[in-house]
């Protein structure tokens, strides 16, 4: 009913920059539902990194992130994006966008109700 697809990782030399999309179709978008951003790196749990109200009003950021990467979205497009700047190899990890049924976003994982399968972002040193 609801599905996410995410595009737009790939490898990176530190410091430069990704933008990554994740294109919903169903009614995600004009369900009014929040947006996330979330990562995981190998070995490790998934990490919350940013997200977005379903206006587009509201955005908030993992403090790793803050300043260099910036979330938005286009609800015509049923398009939410992460342009991500100033790559650091620490930022390597799969992503994934998210969806959650209320309007206003969350951190939590748990919070989400819908998950597309992830892109891969790689930064070499």
């Known amino acids: 009913q609801v599905q996410l697809v995410e595009s737009g990782g790939g490898l990176v030399q530190a410091g430069g920059s990704l933008r990554l999309s994740c294109a919903a179709s169903?009614?995600?978008?004009?369900?009014?539902?929040?947006m996330g951003w979330f990562r995981q790196a190998p070995g490790k749990e998934r990490e919350f990194v940013a997200a977005i109200t379903w206006s587009g009003r509201g955005t908030y950021y993992a403090d790793s992130v803050k300043g260099r990467f910036t979330i938005s979205r286009d609800n015509a497009k049923n398009t939410v994006y992460l342009q991500m700047n100033s790559l650091k190899p620490e930022d390597t990890a799969v992503y994934y966008c998210?969806?959650?049924?209320?309007?206003?976003?969350?951190?939590?994982?748990?919070?989400?109700?819908?998950w597309g399968q992830g892109t891969q972002v790689t930064v070499s040193s």
């Open positions: 998210a969806a959650d049924q209320d309007p206003f976003p969350s951190r939590l994982l748990t919070d989400y109700d819908y």
């Open positions: 169903g009614r995600t978008f004009s369900n009014y539902y929040a």
